[in-house]
């Protein structure tokens, strides 16, 4: 896939985020991509994202539950 399309499902996954944690602690989550989009390649066989907190309030389930909405959504399979 391009930088292009990674990039979308990067924003994708984000909003996913801020829907599920809200717009006050989304500010607290450090989410970016990493991998092949992280280096610069033209073109991306998958996107790695890499899910961190800027602050030290651990949050339990979250990497479940958004595959659980991602799921729902018919994003992943």
């Known amino acids: 896939m391009t930088r292009k399309e990674a990039e ?18 989304f ?3 450090r989410i970016e991509a990493c991998g092949s ?3 610069g ?16 309030d651990p949050r339990s389930n979250l990497l479940i539950d958004l595959v659980e909405i991602l799921n729902k959504q018919k994003f992943i399979v």
């Open 27 to 29: 500010q607290n989550f």
């Open 8 to 25: 979308a499902i990067l924003n994708y996954v984000k909003e996913a985020i801020k829907t599920m944690v809200g717009a006050k602690d």
């Open 37 to 39: 989009y992280r280096r």
């Open 41 to 56: 390649k033209k073109m991306c066989g998958d996107v790695d994202i890499l899910i961190s907190r800027k602050d030290k």
